[in-house]
């Protein structure tokens, strides 16, 4: 069965500081691979998506995320953080076609949460 | 504006007293979604619908029951609700189930609290 996980479940770097988020799967093929954004209060925003080709994705609000095969990773990155990017920040996985092609078997990480300190 | 509306946001209850949870899109999607979060489970789906009239379980779905009688409404229900059931729930929604060209909706969500 798919699994994501998500090591850190606190984070805290300092405002300007660069940022890593760790996500790792197992699933016996690529998946389709998302990161996805909480802040307090509100739903699920997605930051970014991987399906295929190159392996380095951009997102919103300056995010990136590389998608490394042999590492089963993931990993989200930011060069320098703000303060605004304080939230939870969730990995997911779901299984690629033909399975199927939809969100019905997304699987969700345990999320992290980001701290940013003045 | 485009977006996924649940009511309540805050809901205290009893536990075996039947509730609804609305969720509402206004975006046309055909493909909506329940999910429950918990602290250290991450978001477990509860039940699925790809389109009118047509629902499925998703994780998590003992002890819920949805409907989707028009393609904007897609309730959850719980018909004898247990301090298990405890949680923060999201309704998601996407014009169509291809994640390679579409993306998820979320919903604020509703924080359940059953005593």
């Known amino acids: 069965a798919q699994s994501v996980t998500q090591p850190d479940i606190h984070i805290t770097v300092s405002e300007g500081a660069s940022l890593e988020l760790r996500c790792n799967y197992s699933?016996?093929?690529?998946?389709?691979l998302f990161w996805y954004v909480q802040s307090p209060g509100q739903g699920l925003q997605l930051l970014l998506k991987?399906?295929?080709?190159?392996?380095l994705v951009q997102g919103i609000k300056g995010f990136e995320a590389e998608f490394k095969r042999s590492q089963s990773s993931f990993n989200l990155r930011k060069p320098s953080v703000h303060w605004s990017d304080a939230a939870e920040y969730f990995c997911?996985?779901?299984?690629?076609?033909?399975?199927?092609?939809?969100?019905?078997?997304?699987?969700f990480g345990t999320g992290t949460r980001l701290l940013v300190s003045p | 504006e485009a977006q996924v509306t649940q009511n309540p946001r805050y809901l205290i209850t009893v536990t075996g007293k039947k509730l609804t949870v609305t969720c509402s899109q206004n975006?046309?999607?055909?493909?909506m979604s329940w999910y429950r979060q918990d602290p250290g489970l991450g978001l477990r789906q509860i039940y699925y619908?790809?389109?009118?009239?047509?629902?499925d379980k998703g994780d998590v779905p003992e002890g819920y029951k949805v409907s989707r009688k028009e393609k904007r409404n897609f309730p959850l229900i719980l018909e004898s609700p247990s301090p298990n059931q405890t949680s923060l729930y999201f309704c998601?929604?996407?014009?169509?189930?291809?994640?390679?060209?579409?993306?998820?909706?979320f919903g604020s969500g509703t924080q359940l609290s059953v005593l």
């Open positions: 699933y016996g093929a690529t998946p389709y």
């Open positions: 998601a929604s996407s014009l169509i189930a291809d994640r390679a060209n579409e993306k998820l909706f």
């Open positions: 975006m046309n999607h055909e493909y």
């Open positions: 991987y399906f295929s080709g190159d392996t």
């Open positions: 619908s790809m389109n009118v009239e047509v629902t």
């Open positions: 997911a996985v779901g299984p690629p076609p033909p399975v199927n092609t939809g969100f019905q078997k997304l699987v």
